[in-house]
């Protein structure tokens, strides 16, 4: 398996090592029960990981030489986190707030996921040529994905009460 790591950028190294611990902190918040202080502070480390391995990761093109999947993957990703971050900032915070920062960091976390499992397969496993790739590519991060899907569904908070 170590092998998949050789010859890493050090911006590959950093994306690297950044989205592991924001796959830790991911779980950390999906298993923690309490929406309290720690929960703030780990996702904003959790936001900080996956921003600088985000911007680390599109400086990298060794894989095919320009713009691919996978940087389309991390501008999705920032996307994400920006959504989710945006009512947290905002003050007054709108009505649906928790909601709205629910479903988009529960994206970007699916996302990582998917991403992560991607790159292991990728790595680990001997595919035969570039059509083998991608459907392995596709039925790994599929799996992630809907299995996420149904998670996020079946966890979502309840809709705020309307003010009148």
Known sequence: MINGFVGLTVAGWI??????SAIAMG???????????????????YVVALLVGDIA???VYRFNGHFNMFHVGAVANLL??????????????????KL????????????????????FVVRTQPIPGKAASIVVTIAASGLVTGIGAWLIARNKPAPAPVRA
């Open 100 to 119: 709205t920062h629910y479903m988009w960091i529960s994206w970007s976390y699916v996302g990582l996921l998917a991403a992560a499992l991607t790159e």
């Open 57 to 59: 990761i599109l400086t």
């Open 15 to 20: 994306h690297t090592i950044l989205s592991g």
């Open 80 to 97: 994400c986190l920006g959504m989710a971050m945006r009512p947290m900032w905002a003050r007054p915070r709108p009505p649906q707030w």
């Open 27 to 45: 779980a950390e918040q999906v298993l923690r029960t309490r929406r309290d202080r720690l929960h703030r502070w780990i996702g904003y480390a």
